[in-house]
């Protein structure tokens, strides 16, 4: 069990660029969750998948944000013409089960300048 | 639809003393509860979770917490808190009637202690 595993760890980038975070979940969990989370603030629930298929995006989600999971292993989370209001830290978290607890990796901070 | 609340967004504890954070849920089941704990630059550390059974879950670092049914609610407490137990704690809800639900979180109540 090496865990769960964001890359980059920290990303800047100039308003209106896209950029592409990427998450490896734990080997074998099914389940593959992204947050969005600013200072002060929950895990803001953005998406997840079982297996390869995306099961719920948030409706606070704009058409900027897409997520991908292919063959249900990794998965990565795209956003298009980023603006500034995108900074946050991005989370991933896996599990085996729908009724399992979340193994959460360190994420990715975006810096939209 | 499920929902989480936290009433305190700061609470401020001296070490040694009694620790009990709130955390009330909506959830049209009996919900899969969780609390986990997020220490300054660090990621989310699971604390504790109730499935069933028992409602009253202990949990790792001396934590505990329990679920009343009556009042939708999951309590996490503690009877003497360390220094080092100043952190951010999201109370979380997660599916139990339906694989499609989804774990979404309290917006957190972050703890100081103080000598």
């Known amino acids: 069990d090496t865990g769960v595993s964001q890359n980059p760890r920290h990303k800047i980038t100039k308003r209106g660029q896209n950029v592409t975070f990427r998450c490896d979940p734990i080997?074998?969990?099914?389940?593959l969750y992204w947050y969005r989370q600013t200072l002060g603030q929950g895990p803001e629930f953005l998406t997840y998948?079982?297996?390869?298929?995306?099961?719920?995006k948030s409706r606070l989600l704009s058409d900027r944000f897409s997520a991908e999971r292919p063959k249900g292993s990794f998965s990565t989370l795209e956003i298009q013409r980023t603006e500034q209001g995108d900074s946050a830290m991005y989370l991933c978290?896996?599990?085996?089960?729908?009724?399992?607890?979340?193994?959460f990796g360190n994420g990715t901070r975006l810096t939209v300048t | 639809a499920q929902s989480v609340t936290q009433p305190d967004i700061h609470i401020t504890v001296s070490e040694g003393a009694s620790l009990e954070l709130r955390c009330n849920y909506s959830y049209g089941a009996t919900p899969y509860l969780f609390w986990y704990v997020q220490s300054p630059g660090q990621g989310l550390q699971l604390l504790l979770k109730y499935f069933s059974g028992d409602t009253l879950v202990q949990g790792i670092k001396g934590f505990e917490a329990e679920f009343k049914r009556s009042q939708s609610s999951f309590n996490l407490r503690k009877p003497s808190v360390h220094w080092s137990d100043a952190a951010e704690y999201f109370c979380a809800v997660g599916p139990s009637k339906t694989s499609y639900d989804k774990v979404i979180f309290g917006p957190g109540t972050s703890l100081s202690v103080i000598p």
């Open positions: 080997s074998e969990h099914n389940r």
């Open positions: 998948f079982q297996n390869e298929a995306q099961l719920e």
């Open positions: 978290a896996s599990s085996d089960s729908y009724n399992s607890p979340l193994h």
